[in-house]
């Protein structure tokens, strides 16, 4: 989320949203392993669930359309799946950027038009890619918590590749 959002370059920032949305899909069977949840009947309640949540849905077909085009079956080659997600393009978006300086003065930047991507959601909704990460990294964060599943915070040196010192 981090490196897409601050990304400038709209190939670069269409590949951290990828790998975004490959983690985010992956979280799924994490959690599976996680607790030893192995009947596909058991899994079953847990994918009607996300299947109604339009950020998890984009994330999975996003994830899954980049990686294979298209899902088909195997036997016959029809096609198995409509993807839901009617469609992610290229955009612009203003963002506000909040610096701390060494002395503590806090400067703002505003760049009204920064590229970004707009995501067309399965209920119509379009959101950028700052809300759609946003959200989906606030789902994942509160499912965990709930689960009783407690993740390791990442430091923000490891999150940003640099001490912020």
């Known amino acids: 989320m981090y490196r897409c959002f601050h990304q400038r370059h709209l190939t670069h920032k269409a590949d951290h949203l990828y790998n975004f949305c490959i983690t985010s899909h992956s979280m799924k069977d994490h959690f599976f392993e996680l607790k030893n949840i192995i009947a596909s009947s058991e899994k079953n309640e847990y994918h009607q669930k996300w299947n109604k949540i339009p950020e998890?849905?984009?994330?999975?077909?996003?994830?899954?359309?980049?990686?294979?085009?298209?899902?088909?079956?195997?036997r016959n080659r029809e096609v198995m799946k409509i993807v839901r997600t009617r469609s992610v393009q290229q955009a612009v978006s203003g963002v506000a950027h909040i610096f701390v300086t060494s002395s503590g003065e806090h400067k703002i930047l505003i760049e009204p038009e920064a590229p970004d991507y707009k995501i067309e959601l399965l209920d119509g909704r379009l959101q950028g890619l700052y809300e759609f990460m946003d959200y989906t990294t606030r789902y994942w964060q509160a499912f965990l918590v709930e689960q009783n599943v407690l993740p390791v915070k990442q430091s923000d040196e490891e999150l940003i590749g640099f001490t912020t010192q």
């Open 56 to 74: 998890l849905v984009a994330s999975t077909e996003i994830a899954n359309s980049a990686k294979h085009f298209l899902l088909r079956e195997n």
